[in-house]
């Protein structure tokens, strides 16, 4: 068994002498995680930080066995924003999540696209913005979506201002009535262009938090990882 494809680095520790095991996110493979000779090396070590860009070769005997990885590194990511700390904890959490919420193997083509745009905008303005979006998409994506399309009390489409923390479904403040004090704040400026200010930017990332910690990690059965709980601190 043998693939060949641009993959994103999520995780490299090191395994036995001078090999490192590596997990990396596929656009046509998924996620993989596998032997790599040599990574754990003076020379390749620094260059396998979390968000760089590889071109990877897997290669087992038979598709159930661990594998073992050639890769050559393209480019990194961590290097070009050393000095900005919030963009580097943005890093942190997204390969952590892909890394928490995928199961290996099986590919997430849409989430892989999602995952690489936000990664070569880290850093730049705007991109928190970018990061609550892709924690939808990434529910989206592992089965967990929210419907945010209409008002499920009266089914229109503009004016939603809520989403039920129980449904996840999408509520005007006309059809919240008495009930918006039991609903989370579904941010305006929550959409691809849109733009959130600092409130908007929490509530987004309240709304996508409860249903990662409600829904995903209660079926995981795990709690979220630690690298998104910094973000948050730091968004703060």
Same mark, same amino acid.
């Given at each position: 068994?043998?693939?060949?494809?641009? =993959?994103?680095?999520?995780?490299?520790? %090191?395994?036995?002498?001078?090999?490192?095991?590596?997990?990396?996110?596929?656009?046509?493979?998924?996620?993989?995680?596998?032997?790599?000779?040599?990574?754990?090396?003076?020379?390749?070590?620094? !260059?396998?930080?979390?968000?760089?860009?590889?071109?990877?070769?897997?290669?087992?005997?038979?598709?159930?066995?661990?594998?073992?990885?050639?890769?050559? %590194?393209?480019?990194?990511?961590?290097?070009?924003?050393?000095?900005?700390? !919030?963009?580097? !904890?943005?890093?942190?959490?997204?390969?952590?999540?892909?890394?928490?919420?995928?199961?290996?193997?099986?590919?997430?083509?849409?989430?892989?696209?999602?995952?690489? =745009?936000?990664?070569?905008?880290?850093?730049?303005?705007?991109?928190?913005?970018?990061?609550?979006?892709?924690?939808?998409?990434?529910?989206?994506?592992?089965?967990?979506?929210?419907?945010?399309?209409?008002?499920?009390?009266?089914?229109?489409?503009?004016?939603?201002?809520?989403?039920? %923390?129980?449904?996840?479904?999408?509520?005007?403040?006309?059809?919240?009535?008495?009930?918006?004090?039991?609903?989370?704040?579904?941010?305006?400026?929550?959409? %691809?262009?849109?733009?959130?200010?600092?409130?908007?930017?929490?509530?987004?990332?309240?709304?996508?938090?409860?249903?990662?910690?409600?829904?995903?990690?209660?079926?995981?059965?795990?709690?979220?990882?630690?690298?998104?709980?910094? !973000?948050?601190?730091?968004?703060?």
């Amino acid at each position: 068994m043998e693939w060949r494809d641009e =993959a994103i680095l999520l995780a490299s520790r %090191p395994l036995g002498e001078g090999t490192a095991l590596i997990d990396v996110f596929s656009g046509l493979h998924g996620r993989y995680g596998g032997a790599l000779r040599g990574g754990a090396s003076r020379k390749m070590a620094p !260059l396998l930080q979390p968000g760089a860009q590889l071109d990877a070769t897997w290669r087992a005997r038979l598709d159930s066995q661990l594998g073992n990885f050639t890769v050559e %590194p393209l480019r990194g990511r961590a290097g070009a924003i050393l000095s900005d700390r !919030l963009a580097l !904890l943005g890093l942190g959490a997204v390969c952590a999540l892909t890394r928490y919420a995928l199961p290996e193997r099986q590919p997430y083509p849409e989430l892989y696209r999602h995952t690489l =745009a936000l990664l070569d905008r880290l850093g730049q303005p705007g991109w928190l913005h970018d990061y609550a979006l892709w924690e939808l998409t990434l529910l989206e994506e592992t089965g967990y979506g929210l419907d945010l399309a209409q008002c499920t009390v009266t089914g229109a489409t503009k004016g939603l201002a809520y989403v039920s %923390p129980r449904t996840g479904r999408a509520v005007t403040a006309e059809g919240a009535g008495d009930y918006a004090a039991r609903l989370l704040p579904l941010p305006e400026g929550l959409r %691809p262009g849109g733009a959130l200010d600092a409130e908007g930017l929490r509530n987004a990332l309240a709304l996508s938090g409860h249903f990662l910690t409600d829904w995903l990690a209660r079926a995981m059965d795990k709690p979220l990882p630690e690298a998104r709980a910094r !973000l948050l601190r730091a968004v703060a």
